[in-house]
């Protein structure tokens, strides 16, 4: 079955960076755009950054000029680097992928990342 997993999350100091990579599984990767999504307690979930499968990318203001997503087509996998991590990024972070013709979507378990101030 379709399978995402996420990594790299943890605990980081305000300012600081941390990549995640999400590796999907049982589906054809290079097809499908990807993103990654975050929910901190007590907030709805947001899109923080999506790539399609021509390379378009779009991130949410919040993250702008800080988290660059990337994929690897080869590898199966979507990454987020993260610079510059403020506390209002604490949030954990879920791996999406969205079906050709917005026909559904693929989620992962999430990989939570927490950052201090």
């Known amino acids: 079955q379709v399978q995402l997993v996420e990594s790299g999350g943890g605990l980081v100091q305000a300012g600081g960076s941390l990549r995640l990579s999400c590796a999907a599984s049982?589906?054809?990767?290079?097809?499908?755009?990807m993103g990654w999504y975050r929910q901190a307690p007590g907030k709805q979930r947001e899109l923080v950054a999506s790539i399609s499968s021509g390379g378009s990318v779009n991130y949410a203001d919040s993250v702008k000029g800080r988290f660059t997503i990337s994929r690897d087509n080869a590898k199966n996998t979507v990454a987020l680097q993260m610079s510059s991590l403020k506390p209002e990024d604490t949030a954990g972070y879920y791996c999406n992928l969205r079906l050709p013709l917005n026909l559904g979507n693929y989620w992962g378990q999430g990989t939570q990342v927490t950052v201090s101030s």
């Open positions: 049982g589906i054809i990767f290079s097809a499908n755009t």
